[in-house]
């Protein structure tokens, strides 16, 4: 069983910049693409940003591009979300979760790996509060 624990939330002042951390347990975290999910209160659950497993291509929710920054280091069986002039709509709870692509899925990869139910592990989650 997969086990993933999310680090690193907080409160930060509106410009600010914090970066969470992913900790993968329980297998070898390369077999896995990882995403990152965020939860506003009354809202949906939505994708941020993926690294897949296979050549580390990385995608991003539009309005984070060019703020936020995704890496993995599977040595340590971690992935990190760098965030950068946090918003605060970027408040939420954040979720990394994980999913076994196969090749065939990997070809599909770029059109749902904002879809929730495409991963198969997911963490407790990290408070991300941006606020004055």
């Known amino acids: 069983q997969l086990k993933l624990v999310e680090s690193g939330g907080g409160l930060v002042q509106p410009g600010g910049s914090l970066r969470l951390s992913c900790t993968v347990s329980?297998?070898?975290?390369?077999?896995?693409?990882i995403g990152w999910f965020r939860q506003a209160p009354g809202k949906e659950r939505e994708g941020v940003s993926c690294?897949?497993?296979?050549?580390?291509?990385?995608y991003y929710l539009d309005s984070v591009k060019g703020r936020f920054t995704i890496s993995r280091d599977n040595a340590k069986s971690t992935v990190y979300l760098q965030m950068h002039n946090l918003t605060p709509e970027d408040t939420a709870v954040y979720f990394c979760a994980a999913a076994g692509v196969g090749e065939g899925r990997n070809r599909l990869w770029p059109t749902i790996w904002r879809n929730p139910v495409e991963y198969d592990y997911w963490g407790q989650g990290s408070q991300v509060t941006v606020s004055t």
């Open positions: 329980g297998d070898s975290l390369d077999k896995y693409s």
């Open positions: 690294i897949n497993r296979w050549d580390s291509t990385t």
